[in-house]
């Protein structure tokens, strides 16, 4: 099978940071791989890259047959419509949710269809209330994004992005910002959604999560991917002591 | 969680916010009624009233009555003058600042450029000296000459213009670097993320400190007066001052209008933030 996401020798740079060393990863279409890691460890740069919210210093991200091969900083005009594409395929959802605050539940919703995709209205709306009802939120359809919880939030953010049909979602700790007991509906929407087969990248602290949904499990440090492996065998069994001290100090919470 | 919970267990937190909220109200009604005593004052300072208390005469201002019944209704003439050349040089400045805040955000050197020499320019020289310059400088660049009322919208939409771009500007960064990547990884180009998403709640910052400028802009269209040729308040009340020698009861009478002005237009101002702010954030 051909790869979905396939990220060749990524390198990132913020001034003097290096940030990403030389970072490859590929992800099969239905697959969902868990990206773990200590903060600052490049976990994130590395999602963002891919939908290129961070250009890449240089490097190759493919998406869906996309590439953009980076190799100077100023990218030529076709590949930015090609970037654009890519994000056309990638849905990607924040750790601070990102709704539209002057757009209802459902404008949030069909807001990207219509203006990027040209999508009729009507269309649109029948699509966005497909993903809302996905989602269990239906009921909060015409609500404003500061009516609602932080679950409900993020579970209407990953609605949001789902409208524009993706072919792989992005979660960058998802449920970082959420309280405690709000995180439970949010990852019982992102389970579901694996097992409808859509193909998944997630960054989670989330070891429940990604021991029941995750296909693979890779650890991140300092900007490199140490060690790979299922979920089962990472957390049982890691290899290298710096994954076990991670994970050591992860369960222990 | 019950609401009645919730009642039990702040009643003591809402006795003292009650108290407050009495405090509160005594206290502006207690300011009102001075702003009546003050009012009542300055109307007897000016009431022409002689009075005898034994040694003591005080003599007040005197009016000439005839005068102001005379003259009171052209000098009020004005008003619409003044409006509209305010309400115009507003409209003229909102696009302005916000052409000149997108251009100041701009990493294109000449347009960024352009933008703060624009605003440098304008807000190192006087507005009296604008108004001055598309009036009897114009000419002299090879232009038409512009009649007073279409040189002072230009000098006061410029001027004023330059200021807001401030507004605006702090009004498109006030939206969250997250909105825009989330327009972004939606698949939005710069200019629809811009038009749908930045703007929209740029905007909702942008309207009360655009209002305080349309207020300041009331008083300020008073200079155009100076070109001779604009009939607002201010050019009436002088040249009917002038030619009675009744300055006094002439500025006073657009003195009242402006300040009226000024209080009904803040009013409205204020109830336009009350309905924005409780918009949903």
Redesign the interface.
Known sequence: MTPIVKVTNLDKHFGQLHVLKDVSLSVEPTEVVCIIGRSGSGKSTLLRCINFLEQPTHGSIEVDGLCVDVEQARLTGEQRQVLHEIRLHTGMVFQEFNLFPHLSVIENLIEAPVTVKGLPHDQAIALAEKYLDQVGLMFKRDEFPNRLSGGQKQRVAIARALTMEPKVMLFDEPTSALDPELIGEVLEVMKQLARNGMTMLVITHEMDFARDVANRVLYMHEGEFIEEGTPARMFSDPRDPRTRQFLDRLLRQ | MTTTHMADSNTQAQRILKQQDRNQRNFTLKVAGWWVVFFLFLVFLFSGVKIDLGPIHIKTITMDQEFINEWAGFISGGVPQTILISFLSIIFASILALVTAIARLSRFSPVYAAATFYTSLIRGTPLYLQIFFFFLAWPQLGFEPLPGFVAGVVALSLNYGAYMSEIFRAGISSV?K??R?????????NG?MMR??VL??AL?FVVPPTGNEFIAMLKDSSLVSATGFVQEIMWRATKVGRANFHGLEALLIAALWYWAMTIIFSWLQSRLEQRMSR???
Do not use: D, F
């Open positions: 969250s997250g909105q990547e989330s327009a972004l990884a939606l698949g939005m180009t629809q749908r998403i929209p709640q909702r918009g949903e954030r």
